[in-house]
Nanobody, 120 residues
């Protein structure tokens, strides 16, 4: 069974930092791309960042570029998102996400999310 479990969210002041983690199981973690997606109250999902299976390629939304860093530890089956210089507009529920292919079928997996609150 594929499982994605996010943790590390919390309350932080503007300008502060947090590191989110996503523990993955049930699939060969090091072979698949992973992403972070966030959803703020009353808004649709917003893609934040992605990383390739071997960690060599990363990409970021313009809104977080230069402030957030995605990484992974394939030995620990864990995805990370280091967030710095947090802004009130970063407040959201953060999800890790992956898409797995089984033959001709594709499945999208999500964790339960971890809440990031940016408030003074």
């Amino acid at each position: 069974e594929v499982q994605l479990v996010e943790f590390g969210g919390g309350v932080v002041q503007p300008g502060g930092s947090l590191r989110l983690s996503c523990a993955a199981s049930g699939f060969t973690f090091g072979t698949v791309d992973m992403s972070w997606v966030r959803q703020a109250p009353g808004k649709g999902p917003e893609w934040v960042s992605s990383i390739s299976g071997d960690g060599s390629n990363t990409s970021y939304a313009d809104s977080v570029k230069g402030r957030f860093t995605v990484s992974r530890d394939n030995a620990k089956n864990t995805l990370y998102l280091q967030m710095r210089s947090l802004k009130p507009e970063d407040e959201a529920l953060y999800f890790c996400n992956t898409t797995l292919n089984y033959g001709l079928e594709t499945y999208d997996y999500w964790g339960q999310g971890t809440q990031v609150t940016v408030s003074s």
